[in-house]
């Protein structure tokens, strides 16, 4: 199994700052792409970001230019830097990691738990 932990959530106001980081552990042989996915109460989970394991990166249009995803492979880390932040960045954010484990040949997608985000207007 692969845990994977959350920190840096919290309250900013509008226009700030916030650094999110996602940190995997578990029986892991090689973590592949790595991302980031937001949920509002009652919507679907949606892609803010993802990253392959060799740092290419994919962005939602609603956090171009403002969001940065970034990982530490030897960590087995993820992180996302928000900046510029709007009230409508406000939800629970989820870490995602694509995993193959030493115990199991095929690669599988897991969760965080979340971490929440409140930008204040």
């Known amino acids: 199994q692969v845990q994977l932990v959350e920190s840096g959530g919290g309250l900013v106001q509008t226009g700030g700052s916030l650094r999110l980081s996602c940190a995997a552990s578990?029986?892991?042989?090689?973590?592949?792409?790595m991302g980031w996915y937001r949920q509002a109460t009652g919507k679907q989970r949606v892609l803010v970001a993802s990253?392959?394991?060799?740092?290419?990166?994919n962005y939602a249009d609603f956090v171009k230019g403002r969001f940065t995803i970034s990982r530490d492979n030897a960590k087995n880390t993820v992180y996302l830097q928000m900046n510029s932040l709007k009230p409508e960045d406000t939800t629970v954010y989820y870490c995602?990691?694509?995993?193959?484990?030493?115990?199991?040949?095929?690669?599988?997608?897991?969760w965080g738990q979340g971490t929440q985000v409140t930008v204040s207007s």
């Open positions: 578990g029986s892991i042989f090689r973590l592949n792409t």
């Open positions: 990253i392959t394991r060799s740092g290419a990166a």
């Open positions: 995602s990691a694509n995993a193959l484990l030493t115990v199991a040949p095929i690669p599988q997608t897991y």
